[in-house]
């Protein structure tokens, strides 16, 4: 899933940054949708132009993401006795 | 600010099919810290499509785990398909059990059940939680605008938003 948009995003997001600082890019296929200053406005000017279609949003210079969920990843959600 | 006081009861059924009834306490410390919760579209998103002329399919209702220990909201990838989320985001969750694996990120809207307020969790993760009886785990990135106070003597908790 959104495997181009990625590989673009990550070939383009040191220079989109140095324009851009800060802000969350929308992009699509192979193409730059648009720069905007919130999350919110991503998301909406990403389905203005795609409706329910997936799309990548994410922010210029945002350290890695450090998800942890140690009751998905450790799968303990439930045991039983 | 909404506050919302949840007394879980329950009750269980014994190796020899005796019901019993368990006290408040034993109830939530089975069940967690759960809420009936109801998923929709991200609202940035559903706006657009409404403006569209678009249509959304509709929400869909079920349990929410409380869970603090998680740094992110997930949804039930089932549910996320039922719902038509758009995928806006790919990232690698690691397993102790199994190899890492790529989720989708969603942004979802939450209406608490019993709340009159939406939240948004603009990068929930999808994951399979829908064999856990779940909908939802309500992570960190949600519970940073909550105070959330966890009675574990009386069996209650309350959330305020």
């Known amino acids: ?81 | 600010m909404p506050i919302l006081n949840i007394q879980l009861t329950g009750a269980i059924e014994t190796p020899d099919g005796k019901r019993v009834t368990l006290s408040g306490q034993a109830a939530l410390l089975q069940r967690g810290p759960v809420v009936q919760v109801s998923i929709s579209v991200g609202q940035a998103i559903a706006q657009q499509v409404l403006q569209q002329g678009g249509e959304l399919p509709p929400p869909v209702a079920g349990l929410a785990l409380i869970d603090t220990g998680a740094t992110t909201t997930c949804i039930d990838e089932e549910a996320a398909q039922v719902l038509k989320l758009p995928a806006i985001d790919v990232v690698t969750v690691a397993s102790a059990s199994h190899a890492s694996s790529e989720r989708n990120v969603y942004p979802i809207s939450i209406e608490v059940v019993g709340l009159p307020i939406v939240v948004n969790a603009p990068r929930s993760i999808g994951a399979e939680l829908k064999a856990q009886g779940l909908l939802l785990l309500i992570g960190r990135d949600v519970l940073q605008s909550c105070v959330l106070v966890y009675n574990g003597p009386a069996g209650l908790f309350t959330l305020t938003l």
């Open chain 1, 1 to 81: 899933m959104l495997d181009k948009e990625r590989a673009y995003f990550s070939a383009h997001a040191a220079e989109w940054g140095s324009i851009h600082p800060g802000a969350f890019v929308v992009v699509k296929d192979e193409s730059l949708v648009g720069a905007y200053a919130t999350i919110d406005e991503a998301l909406a000017g990403g389905a203005h132009e795609f409706g329910l279609q997936a799309f990548l949003v994410r922010q210029l210079g945002a350290p890695p993401e450090r998800i942890t969920i140690p009751a998905l990843t450790l799968g303990l959600l439930r045991a039983d006795s």
